[in-house]
């Protein structure tokens, strides 16, 4: 029988709520579209001699908005999260491949956790739990990674 691994390599250092904030008007509508959005900053991007580290803030922000009504909001979560991780990177990688697997990885985590502190925070509510939508945290990072390698991201 064939063993297989489970555990990833790359291991949480923290994985921290560090802000949020709810809030919901008095009247809910019929007809309700969702709104997402999304931002971070990488603080501390490591990866060489076999290790990586990566560090980062992610911002997530939805809103319930009335789509008959000028896009009246109804209600509105936001929720930043602070993620470190540090990973054994194989030495067949190369330092590209390494910088996507950390940033995908912190990103996803990092998604995780805000996507579970929104719907908690809105399960109290009476609009009751808000899923917010799966994202590409491969894509995202790719994009980042695109951008600062042309100059045009922090």
Do not use: W
Not at 32 to 43: A, E, H, I
Not at 51 to 79: F, H, I
Request: aromatic share 4%; proline share 5%; with cysteine.
């Amino acid at each position: 029988m064939t063993e297989i691994t489970m555990i990833a390599p790359i291991q949480l250092d923290d994985l921290l709520l560090v802000k949020s904030s709810f809030q919901i008007a008095d009247s809910p509508a019929s007809k309700m579209t969702q709104k997402l959005g999304l931002d971070f900053t990488v603080r501390q991007f490591e990866s060489e001699g076999g290790e990586g580290l990566v560090s980062l803030s992610l911002t997530v922000d939805t809103s319930l908005v009335d789509r008959e009504n000028d896009d009246e909001e109804k209600l509105s979560a936001s929720v930043e999260v602070v993620v470190s991780a540090h990973a054994s990177l194989s030495p067949d990688i190369t330092k590209e491949q390494a910088e996507e697997y950390l940033l995908s990885n912190a990103l996803s985590m990092a998604y995780g956790h805000a996507k579970t502190c929104i719907m908690t925070v809105t399960g109290l509510s009476p609009a009751g739990p808000v899923m917010i939508p799966a994202i590409l945290p491969l894509d995202i990072a790719r994009d980042y990674l695109r951008g600062r390698a042309d100059g045009t991201k922090e």
